[in-house]
């Protein structure tokens, strides 16, 4: 599926890594006759439409009392810039009752506004927003009512809860639909490698932020499979390592001509403060990953999920041989969790998966509409690890009221 941007002549189109790709080995494992399915509880109704979107960052607070989540009043099209969502949390010990915290004007269907509780607090949430021409981070005391705003939208977090990793949103949306937001063009639009704009790292108590990379210093790194001078560049998910000495992100690029459809993808990591850069892998096409220690990555490409050395070696054992989808890892890293994307019976499948032992656990099939299995506006199960280890909560479609938020007792 390709569509073409007719005000710039940029080409995007629907990754193969949503369709669907038999593997008759893990498909048996999912839907095993013998395996007894989990309770699944729904957290959210309509008539409004909920959910929480990606999965790399606490959804429910230490005592896992409030799930939070987005509320949005359509579905269907993609954001624009006069569409307000609203922030709330589920009180999941009062018969799930809605709680409004604030509003947001810099979401996404696939990454939502980075709403989440502030790692190492049980007091604070943040999502992003947009305000005075600007993406913001708002940060919540949910007991005092005592909100601050800080001057970037972020990204990923660190696990002390002190630093975040900022990204700049208007070129993502430019680059890649649905992940960035609405209502800020992207004034870099048609530079290759802009020198002004990148990475931050952002200290959200005072606000203040220093320059880690910018698009031209990284797309300047040479890439061996081609010449990706000549093409459009930039940088999205980021995600610090569990101990928060390292992080790792995304350099990807267009062909700015048209020569190429789709896009190219390699994968950095870089110390703290961006010194020591490490080129993780630079495959043709990286698909979602995590941290499953502070040494290793794991990642989806080429067929199957693989687990590579953060050393700079390209070591890579292969994990499972599985079709795509979302993964974490529970404490510990010997299990992962992992979702899939609608298989040939129209479901989305969230397991579990135990690596010493190779053996999945099936945790449900959820029926998914048509019109939410590709593109910008499809709904992703995207598993979240309750902070207990002991639930799990989904977003899924398979109740035939939208999106909807649902627990899973694992």
């Not at 979401?107 to 992003?128: I, K």
Request: some cysteine.
């Amino acid at each position: 599926m390709v569509y073409r941007n007719q005000s710039e002549g940029l080409q995007k189109e629907v990754p193969a890594d949503q369709l669907w790709v038999s593997y008759p080995d893990f498909e048996n494992k999912l839907y095993d006759p013998h395996a007894r399915l989990p309770e699944v509880v729904p957290l959210t109704t309509g008539p409004k439409f909920h959910w929480f979107s990606y999965y790399d960052k606490f959804e429910t607070d230490p005592d896992e009392r409030y799930a939070l989540a987005m509320e949005v009043d359509f579905e269907g099209r993609s954001p624009a810039a006069h569409d307000v969502i609203k922030i709330g949390m589920i009180d999941l010990l009062n018969a799930n009752k809605w709680v409004e915290l604030g509003l947001s004007r810099a979401w996404s269907w696939q990454q939502g506004c980075m709403l989440q509780w502030r790692p190492c607090s049980n007091d604070e949430v943040l999502w992003n927003d947009r305000e005075d021409g600007k993406f913001v981070c708002h940060i919540l005391n949910v007991r005092s009512g005592k909100k601050r705003t800080l001057p970037h939208a972020v990204y990923h977090v660190h696990p002390k809860g002190k630093w975040a990793l900022c990204a700049d949103f208007a070129r993502i949306e430019f680059m890649r639909p649905g992940y960035g937001y609405a209502g800020i063009e992207d004034l870099h639009r048609m530079a290759l490698a802009p020198a002004s704009i990148g990475m931050r790292l952002m200290d959200l108590d005072s606000g203040s932020a220093k320059d880690i990379f910018s698009y031209q210093q990284i797309a300047a790194i040479p890439y061996p499979h081609m010449d990706a001078r000549d093409d459009r560049h930039y940088m999205y998910v980021f995600e610090w390592s569990p101990d928060g000495r390292r992080f790792v992100f995304l350099n990807r690029w267009r062909s700015a001509n048209g020569n190429w459809l789709g896009f190219r993808t390699r994968m950095f990591s870089a110390a703290f403060d961006g010194s020591d850069l490490r080129l993780v892998t630079d495959k043709p096409y990286i698909s979602h990953f995590t941290w499953r220690d502070p040494s290793h990555i794991a990642m989806w490409r080429d067929g199957a999920y693989r687990l590579c050395a953060d050393d700079g070696s390209f070591r890579e054992e292969t994990i499972l041989e599985a079709t795509n989808g979302h993964l974490s890892f529970f404490a510990g890293g010997d299990w992962m969790i992992a979702d899939t994307y609608h298989d040939k019976n129209g479901n989305q499948n969230p397991y579990l998966y135990h690596l010493p032992t190779q053996r999945i656990i099936p945790l449900g099939h959820f029926y998914i509409p048509e019109k939410y299995r590709s593109g910008e506006l499809r709904c992703d199960l995207h598993p979240r690890i309750m902070r207990s280890g002991k639930k799990i909560i989904v977003d899924s479609t398979h109740g035939n009221n939208g999106r909807q938020l649902y627990m899973i007792h694992i």
